[in-house]
Structures are given as structure tokens and as C-alpha cells.
């Protein structure tokens, strides 16, 4: 400690005696530079269990921890259209309802007990089944997760008491605005498609627990799998454990349904929900493209520069920096991995701006496609894309749920490696080609949650408005 604090003192009495001396700083921070980043991204061990179970592993010894996550095809795109919500309820219920050998208590009494987890989720297009351990618990664990993922037995009781909680959860929907918001923009713009698709106590009511066992059966087979799994264990290891759990389990061949792809012809609306809110909720969006799309990276910088960019985004910079109309605004495309995705813009404001921001927001993207973006934007946004990208792989279980997921939705093996070269590719010219070519201010859906009466301006000065009642369900 006292040689700590003489070096401290030393170097405080050099830098004083310094900046009595007038010296000036060596570097000023604002022109400094610095070579270009290079970094490896991390490569994750993948194999294959013979009954066709991928699986990627990256071992991390530093704590004694284990996280897997099973990806499994399905999704919600897939339900009949008089069963809406059935993909939901079979991925609640599979964990819930306890499995083979465990009732309910007892499989939530034991994990609770071993601090381990086993949790199960269904996206549009993607099921999930996830487990995370310590490396001591970790057989015992993985023998849960793996009744879980193949013999979950779907206790009548919980099955009926997560009906009623998604009955209960549409009841309360029109309580959030933004989540109607949010509702009614997917609902026009995927019209007639699945991806538009919403639950009802009708379609809710219609599924039962054999439902359930069916929708489970006809997806949840090992070579519809794929593994990520991090941590405290090596390959060897895993391997052995995986295929004495799983590798009784046969493959079944699965045949995805055909969905259909969404109408492209983009027409604009104004859509309105009344609600006696202080604060107005915008939308505004159209459809967008797939992650095949030729121009991805150069609508990635545009996105970027347009609404991702935090502060230095336009639409930040102008709506909420300097004319102080909203906490929050952005806009981003969604890039669709198996049908189109969308582009939205999205910003909360109080009932007397409602008009002006959103004219500032169209303005914005209407000027994205007239001009070039100037050179120091587009050096700041593709510098701050390709050097944030490092921060997406600072876990091991972020970088085999990376590699598990580009291989699962299809993308290229080197997708990750091509990246940063691809972004920094990306010109002026290119920004403003696609910005032309796939913004579309004038086709754009609006979507307004609000009391017009307190509005600055009405609606309609953005196009013929049409009101929307939103579904209500009071019932118990």
C-alpha cells in the first residue's frame, strides 16, 4: 500500500508540474485515429446424433455453468385457422403440464431445488426449448429438459388453467395501447396471411389437450432439432450424455405446411382507435423483404442512418432532440427469415403533436429517398455497425445460438464471417438506391391509438381515415 500510494503521489506531482509547464496535449481525442478492427469470430463444434439431431457446442470452463436451447421447426404460421393459438398453448403446456414420470409439482419442486430452469416458447416461425444448469445438476437437468422436449404429458388441469390465461390475456389486450397499436398495423399489412393472424376466445376454445399432443407429435422429432449448448463441458462428454438421453428417439420425417406468401401490393391507409389516452401511439409501416434480398447490407446502413442509429439517428435527432416531441422514435426493416418481414416506424407523443410528428417522421423518410446521405453519416453508421458486431459474441452461449440460428433459417455458412466486409462495402449511392427502391413513405400504413379530439391536426390530413374498434372480450 505505501508503495502504491509514492507512485500515485509521483505520477500526480509529474502530470501537475506538466500542466503548470503550459505543455499542451499531445492528441487532441477529436482527430485521433485508429487502424481498422480485426477480429475472428468464434467458431462452435458442430455434430450429428444419428437419429439426425444437430447439435453445436462451445465449451466454456471459466464457470460451472450449462445452457441449451433446442430449436425446433415449427411455429405459429402453421396452425389451422379455426385453432389460432394452438402452437402457443402447446409450448406453455409442455412445460407446465409436467411429463413422464413427473407431475407438474414435482418437476417444478425439483428444478426449483437444483436452481436449474427448463422453459419452452413458440415464436411465428420457431419453437424453443431451453434449459440452463449447474454443471453439478446438469445430468439430472438435461434428463428433464429431455422429457420436456419428448414426452411432456400435458396435465389436463394445467392444460385448462393456461386456457383461462389466455382467455384472461385477450380480455385485457385493448388495455395497452401499444400492444393495439402494434396489433392492428401486423393485422393490415399481413391481410389474409397467417403472419396476421390473432387468437380469439372462439379459436382459443376450439383447441383441446388432444390438440395439443397432436401438434406436439407431428413437430417434435430429434431431425427437426437443432442443439446450442455452452459451457462446462467438452464434446465427448456431451455427445455421450445426448445420445443416452435421445438416441432411442427415432426420426420422423416432418412436412412443414405450405403457408402462403403475403399480398405485396402495398396500399396506404390511415387507421384510427380511439382511446381516451393522453399521449398518442404511431405506427407506421409496409411490407418489407426476406433475408434472401441482394440489397440486405445496403438497406441495413440505410435502416441504420434513417431510425436505428440511436441519437445519431435522423429521426432521434430531429423528433427528439431538437424538436422535443417524443422520448423515443425509430424505424428499422425486420428482415423476414421465412416469409417478408416489415419495415415500421414507431414513436409515442403527446395528443397535441400527434400530427406534427408524424409529419416530421414522413418528411424524414421521404427525404431518404432524394438525397445522397452525406459521407460522415454513412462513415458513422458503418463504422458503428461493423464495431458494435464484436459485442454480439462476448458469451459463449450467444455464439452458439448464433451459429445454431443461421443454420437453422438457412443462411449462407459464412454469413457471419462476410459481414463487416459486407457493410463496409456499402456506398452513397447504394444507400440511396435502395432507400427508392424499398422505402415507401407514400404506401405506408398509419396507425394512430388516441384522443382526437385532443389532436393538433386532424387525421385526415394524412389520407381518409378509417376507424377501427378493436375486439373486445369481456367475458370470463
Not at 447490407?297 to 423528433?319: P, Q
Request: charged letters at 25%; proline letters at 5%; glycine letters at 8%.
Amino acid at each position: 500500500m505505501k508503495l502504491f500510494t509514492a507512485i500515485l503521489l509521483l505520477t500526480v506531482s509529474f502530470l501537475g508540474a506538466t500542466v503548470c509547464a503550459g505543455s499542451p496535449l499531445a492528441t487532441n481525442p477529436r482527430t485521433m485515429t485508429f487502424p481498422p478492427m480485426t477480429y475472428d469470430i468464434p467458431k462452435a463444434e458442430r455434430f450429428v446424433l444419428a437419429n439426425g439431431m444437430i447439435v453445436y457446442l462451445m465449451s466454456d470452463r471459466e464457470l460451472p455453468l450449462i445452457n441449451v436451447t433446442a430449436y425446433v421447426g415449427t411455429g405459429g404460421i402453421y396452425e389451422a385457422a379455426e385453432k389460432v393459438g394452438l402452437a402457443g398453448l402447446t409450448a406453455a403446456v409442455m412445460r407446465s403440464g409436467g411429463i413422464e414420470g413427473s407431475t407438474p409439482e414435482q418437476l417444478d419442486t425439483e428444478l426449483e431445488f437444483m436452481a436449474s430452469s427448463v422453459e419452452s416458447s413458440m415464436g411465428a416461425d420457431l419453437g424453443n426449448v431451453g434449459m440452463a444448469t449447474l454443471g453439478k445438476n446438469f445430468d439430472r437437468t438435461l434428463g428433464l429438459f429431455a422429457g420436456v422436449v419428448m414426452n411432456p404429458a400435458f396435465n389436463q388441469a394445467r392444460f385448462e388453467l393456461a386456457v383461462k390465461q389466455s382467455l384472461e390475456a385477450l380480455r385485457r389486450q385493448n388495455d395497452d395501447p401499444k400492444g393495439v397499436a402494434d396489433r392492428e398495423l401486423r393485422k393490415a399489412i399481413y391481410a389474409g396471411n397467417p403472419l396476421g393472424r390473432f387468437p380469439t376466445p372462439a379459436t382459443v376454445k376450439g383447441i383441446s389437450r388432444d390438440d395439443l399432443l397432436a401438434f406436439h407429435k407431428k413437430y417434435y422429432h430429434p431431425n427437426n432439432i437443432i442443439l446450442a449448448v455452452s459451457g462446462d463441458i467438452g464434446r465427448q462428454e456431451l455427445e455421450e450424455k445426448l445420445n443416452l438421453l435421445f438416441g432411442q428417439w427415432k426420426k420422423v420425417e416432418v412436412q412443414l405446411p405450405k403457408v402462403p406468401w403475403p399480398e405485396m401490393t402495398m396500399k396506404p391507409e390511415m387507421l384510427f382507435v380511439k382511446k381516451e389516452i393522453d399521449q398518442s401511439v404511431i405506427r407506421m409501416g409496409h411490407m418489407g423483404i426476406t433475408k434472401e434480398n441482394p440489397d440486405l447490407y445496403a438497406i441495413r446502413v440505410m435502416d441504420f442512418i434513417l431510425g436505428g442509429n440511436g441519437f445519431n439517428s435522423r429521426l432521434m435527432s430531429e423528433i427528439r432532440t431538437k424538436e422535443g416531441l417524443a422520448y423515443n422514435v425509430v424505424s428499422y426493416f425486420d428482415v423476414g427469415r421465412r416469409l417478408p418481414g416489415i419495415f415500421l416506424a414507431e414513436t409515442e407523443t403527446k395528443s397535441g403533436s400527434t400530427a406534427k410528428a408524424m409529419g416530421l417522421m414522413l418528411q424524414l423518410m421521404t427525404g431518404m429517398t432524394q438525397e445522397s446521405v452525406a459521407e460522415q453519416e454513412l462513415t458513422l453508421a458503418k463504422e458503428s455497425m461493423i464495431n458494435s458486431f464484436v459485442f454480439g459474441f462476448t458469451k459463449t452461449e450467444m455464439i452458439v445460438n448464433q451459429r445454431a440460428r443461421l443454420e437453422y433459417y438457412g443462411y449462407p455458412l459464412d454469413y457471419l464471417e462476410k459481414y463487416r466486409n459486407n457493410i463496409a462495402l456499402v456506398t452513397r449511392e447504394d444507400v440511396l438506391r435502395v432507400a427508392r427502391e424499398y422505402l415507401h413513405p407514400d404506401k405506408l400504413i398509419k396507425v394512430v391509438v388516441g384522443n382526437d379530439t385532443k389532436f393538433d391536426k386532424p387525421l385526415a390530413t394524412f389520407g381518409p381515415v378509417r376507424s377501427v374498434t378493436p375486439e373486445s372480450w369481456n367475458e370470463r
